[in-house]
């Protein structure tokens, strides 16, 4: 598995031309090896990449990071191709010319959409070899077909008008000053486009879990928000909710303070509790003045507290259970529009509406691009 994990089997694949004239001399060939190992070599110097980091190019042999000579060549270069974070083209005129990096830089690109990833970032190009006026590929420009800038890779040859790679001349190594400080600046790129890409996997493999468990039959712990004064009703949601297979945080219903430090106190605790939850539900009795106040400070506020520390969706839900008392066009508007969804916890058994609810939300997460 690659550094930035799944999907990915590979952090970067290099795709450079060959060079061929048609007789089998392939003269960018032992240069972009080169430039490879060497990128791979950098690359490796931070601990962090040391173990992971696995590059890919179709000359290398090493078990599972080249092309298996026993395996279909162009089924199973595109494999590889799309499971690759990173696209590295080493650009020449001979790049543009070649069908065979076409199709590698088309597969790439089809698989990221695959993938549900951008690929905006994603590209590195590294201009070995002038192109002069050759126009680039539309995948490698801008929106307005601007060439993407790249690395500059390349240096004139002393008495010539033309140009060479860094490090033409010292193959196979060591490289120049000159070749190695272009080289980190590539390397330094990268480095945080790979731990960008990292922490978004990560992040899609937590919500994927998320939603798996908010859409299960039970199990999922719902932070039941009441007041002390209300403790009775409280209690007995709280106790339907435990015996349909939920697990109810807090243990008791919230202190009613008038004291800034104390009521401070207590959003603080509120706020660390929601963060290990599903799911909050706004207990609604027929205290409409107080159900106002706790769609604001809890639903909204304290809602929005909790999922920015935890990365959590955290739905929240307003169990009515006072009916027309409470539920005016006016207050569920209001809900509404601070992404709490009513429940009707006037009718029994109401905790199918709370698996309901749920499972929804699951749905729409699970669907959302």
């Known amino acids: 598995m690659a550094y930035v994990g799944s999907p990915f089997l590979h952090d970067v694949f290099v795709s450079y031309s060959h060079g061929d004239d048609g007789s089998g001399q392939s003269y960018l060939q032992p240069w972009s090896l080169a430039f490879a190992r060497e990128l791979e070599r950098e690359l490796r110097s931070d601990r962090r990449f040391r173990q992971d980091l696995r590059v890919f190019l179709d000359d290398d042999h090493r078990p599972g990071q080249g092309i298996d000579p026993m395996a279909p060549l162009t089924d199973q270069l595109r494999d590889d191709i799309g499971a690759s974070a990173i696209l590295l083209v080493l650009m020449s005129p001979d790049y543009l010319a070649s069908k065979w990096c076409a199709d590698e830089r ?177 207990l609604g009795t027929d205290d409409g003045r107080a159900l106002d106040a706790d769609l604001v400070v809890v639903g909204k506020h304290d809602r929005q507290s909790a999922r920015a520390r935890s990365n959590r969706l955290l739905p929240c839900g307003l169990l009515d259970t006072a009916g027309a008392a409470v539920a005016t066009p006016v207050r569920r508007a209001t809900a509404r529009i601070m992404q709490t969804d009513w429940l009707d916890g006037t009718r029994n058994p109401w905790t199918t509406e709370v698996q309901r609810w749920l499972n929804e939300k699951a749905q729409r997460a699970g669907a959302a691009p």
């Open 106 to 282: 088309d597969w790439w690109f089809g698989s990221q959409a695959a993938h549900g990833l951008p690929a905006d970032e994603r590209v590195a190009v590294v201009r070995i070899w002038p192109t002069g006026t050759e126009p680039w590929p539309a995948a490698l420009t801008d929106a307005r077909g601007h060439q993407l800038v790249g690395f500059p890779f390349s240096e004139p040859v002393e008495g010539s008008d033309s140009h060479r790679p860094l490090g033409w001349f010292e193959l196979p190594g060591p490289f120049s000053m000159a070749f190695r400080k272009a080289l980190i600046a590539i390397v330094g790129r990268l480095y945080p486009r790979l731990d960008a890409l990292k922490a978004t996997l990560e992040s899609r493999v937590r919500a994927d879990a998320e939603i798996a468990r908010l859409g299960g039959d039970g199990g999922q712990t719902i932070y039941l928000h009441g007041r002390a004064d209300h403790a009775k009703a409280w209690e007995a949601a709280g106790m339907a909710l435990i015996e349909s297979g939920y697990a109810i945080v807090p243990g008791e219903p919230d202190a009613v303070e008038h004291d800034p430090k104390k009521l401070q106190d207590v959003r603080e605790r509120r706020v660390e509790a929601l963060c290990g939850c599903d799911a909050l539900l706004l």
